[in-house]
């Protein structure tokens, strides 16, 4: 069965300070993969999502950028962290085929002070 | 313009009781409709998923129904219990290639005992 991680499961991190999020899928190969923003009490944003290692699409220009180094592994980082970029991060896989259906990690909670 | 709505914002309902979540949306072209289950803090779990051409799915207590013309779904929970207090979201997935996900911003249940 497939399975998808995500760490750290929180993270506080000072305005100004570099930021490195994980995510990787296990048990699927070739999938796509997403990286998306919640903020409280709002819908998902979707920040990031790439079709294969090297392919980064960006939805939003933002503060921050996303890299895939390897099938499985998705990066989400930024130089320089701002207040704003406090919410709760998402990683998501699906198929490249039949519905596309997506599963989502367990989150990251960040908090920008 | 893609959009999902979902109503209501958040309903409160005691234990053992029925209650019926609207999502209504205007994606096109239509591929699938999902519900999801997001538990305070945790990502987001799929509850169904339904094409074009399916007008209901069940999954245990979870019902959920689509009119395709219309662009209208419900989510109706049977026999509430107080795990069933969560976020419910709704999302489109539109057939455009590109993988795109449409996510309604979510209806909050809190079931009380």
């Known amino acids: 069965s497939q399975t998808i991680h995500q760490w750290p499961a929180t993270l506080v991190q000072p305005v100004g300070s570099p930021l490195s999020l994980e995510c990787t899928v296990e048990g699927t190969s070739n999938p796509n993969l997403y990286w998306y923003r919640q903020a409280a009490g709002r819908g998902l944003q979707l920040l990031f999502y790439s079709v294969g290692i090297g392919q980064i699409s960006s939805e939003v220009p933002q503060n921050l950028s996303a890299s895939r180094p390897q099938d499985r592994q998705f990066i989400l980082s930024s130089k320089k962290l701002l207040l704003s970029d406090s919410g709760f991060y998402l990683c998501a896989w699906s198929t490249k085929r039949g519905y596309n259906e997506q599963f989502f990690g367990p989150g990251t909670r960040l908090t920008v002070l | 313009k893609n959009q999902v709505e979902q109503s209501p914002q958040s309903l409160i309902i005691l234990e053992g009781k029925n209650c019926t979540l609207q999502?209504?949306?205007?994606?096109?072209?239509?591929?699938?409709l999902r519900w999801y289950k997001q538990d305070t803090g945790r990502g987001p779990v799929s509850l169904t998923i339904m094409t074009f051409s399916e007008n209901t799915k069940s999954n245990g207590r979870y019902t959920a129904t689509l009119d395709a013309d219309t662009k209208q779904s419900s989510l109706h929970i049977t026999a509430s219990q107080l795990s069933d207090s969560a976020s419910y979201i709704c999302v489109v997935s539109a057939s455009t290639g590109t993988y795109k996900y449409i996510f309604g911003t979510g209806t909050r249940l809190k079931v009380l005992a």
């Open positions: 999502c209504n949306y205007t994606v096109s072209p239509f591929s699938n």
